[in-house]
């Protein structure tokens, strides 16, 4: 099996109590984010991932999940790295829409039935943290 890592952003406003998903063609309701090119570390990608999706720039923070699974019908042995974000600039705007054909702030209630494979929703991400730290 070919390995594939994955990194997504988990952008949450304290505000209203939202977290903003992107709507992938095709694949359904996520957080931003995607696959790590070749060279590129999980910072990096998941930093570029959200710009492409949705427009914001973004501060990286720690590690909030690490998921895993096997596509037995693509070959592939997928890690699925989420890191909580801080929007630094930027206005939400879809920029590849032939990837992407929605972006929305969702609730809790709302995000854990579109994204059911957190155990303990995605509000207990936000309790989780583990450090991040790309050794040269």
């Given at each position: ?68 699974a096997f596509f ?65």
């Amino acid at each position: 099996m070919q390995r594939v890592d994955v990194v997504y952003a988990l952008i949450y406003n304290k505000s209203n109590a939202k977290i903003l998903m992107v709507n992938n063609k095709g694949q359904g309701w996520s957080l931003p984010g995607g696959a790590v090119e070749k060279g590129e570390t999980l910072e990096q990608a998941v930093v570029r991932e959200v710009e492409e999706e949705t427009g914001l720039t973004i501060m990286v923070e720690n590690v909030l999940a690490v998921n895993e699974a096997f596509f037995q019908e693509k070959g592939h042995h997928a890690l699925f790295i989420t890191f909580k974000a801080n929007i630094l600039e930027g206005e939400c705007e879809i920029r590849y829409e032939q990837e992407i054909s929605e972006i929305k702030w969702a609730d809790f209630q709302t995000a854990n039935k579109l994204m059911p494979y957190h155990p303990n929703g995605v509000e207990g991400l936000l309790k989780s943290s583990s450090a991040y730290t790309f050794q040269s």
